[in-house]
């Protein structure tokens, strides 16, 4: 029913000294409640969802953001929607903005430690994974002390023409196959 956006960059490791950067970013941008592209796509009925991912992992994984049109709206539409949203994101930036979406950030992660189950889970995969348990805490303490001028450093990576895009358009609709007896199917 919908036209699906996908653009991706590579994304951090567990020991890139940006993965604090690069999920920030995909936070502010798309964020499905605070992020820009819920305010400029979703709220003004372009699109129906936006959300995004830059999770560091062991070995260069993608960084996502993923549009979802709402029905009816053509490609064409919104294409030059999330275009249009993009280029003006730097602007719309401001520190007062980064900080509310940094505590907006860290009061889930915070919260999602609070069950032992998560937290347990949490401390496994980044033993496994990262080689050391309190990676994610001290995570959390390097995506406090990003600054604007961090993310607006880091931005065009994001914008760069070497990202990829996706996107997915729904089937165009056919005629029904016709019987023997000409009724259709």
Same mark, same amino acid.
């Given at each position: 029913?919908?036209?699906?956006?996908?653009?991706?960059?590579?994304?951090?490791?567990?020991?890139?000294?940006?993965?604090?950067?690069?999920?920030?970013?995909?936070?502010?941008?798309?964020?499905?409640?605070?992020?820009?592209?819920?305010?400029?796509?979703?709220?003004?009925?372009?699109?129906?969802?936006?959300?995004?991912?830059?999770?560091?992992?062991?070995?260069?994984?993608?960084?996502?953001?993923?549009?979802?049109?709402?029905?009816?709206?053509?490609?064409?539409?919104?294409? @030059?929607?999330?275009?249009?949203?993009?280029?003006?994101?730097?602007?719309?930036? +401001?520190?007062?903005?980064?900080?509310?979406?940094?505590?907006?950030?860290?009061?889930?992660?915070?919260?999602?430690?609070?069950?032992?189950?998560?937290?347990?889970?949490?401390?496994?995969?980044?033993?496994?994974?990262?080689?050391?348990?309190?990676?994610?805490?001290?995570?959390?303490?390097?995506?406090?002390?990003?600054?604007?001028?961090?993310?607006?450093?880091?931005?065009?990576?994001?914008?760069?023409? @070497?990202?990829?895009?996706?996107?997915?358009?729904?089937?165009?609709? +056919?005629?029904?196959?016709?019987?023997?007896?000409?009724? @259709?199917?």
């Amino acid at each position: 029913e919908t036209v699906f956006i996908a653009d991706a960059v590579f994304g951090p490791t567990y020991d890139d000294r940006h993965a604090a950067v690069e999920r920030l970013i995909a936070n502010l941008l798309a964020d499905g409640k605070l992020g820009y592209l819920a305010a400029q796509l979703v709220e003004t009925g372009i699109a129906k969802s936006v959300s995004g991912d830059a999770d560091p992992s062991m070995d260069r994984d993608l960084s996502t953001v993923i549009v979802v049109g709402n029905p009816g709206v053509s490609r064409a539409r919104l294409e @030059a929607a999330y275009d249009a949203a993009r280029e003006k994101f730097p602007s719309w930036l +401001t520190a007062q903005r980064l900080e509310s979406l940094k505590l907006y950030y860290l009061a889930g992660q915070w919260e999602s430690l609070r069950d032992p189950l998560h937290l347990a889970m949490q401390t496994a995969h980044a033993a496994a994974t990262a080689g050391d348990p309190a990676w994610d805490l001290a995570f959390l303490a390097k995506v406090q002390n990003v600054t604007l001028a961090d993310v607006r450093a880091r931005w065009p990576y994001w914008a760069t023409s @070497a990202r990829t895009r996706v996107i997915l358009e729904p089937a165009k609709a +056919t005629a029904p196959l016709a019987t023997k007896k000409g009724a @259709a199917k």
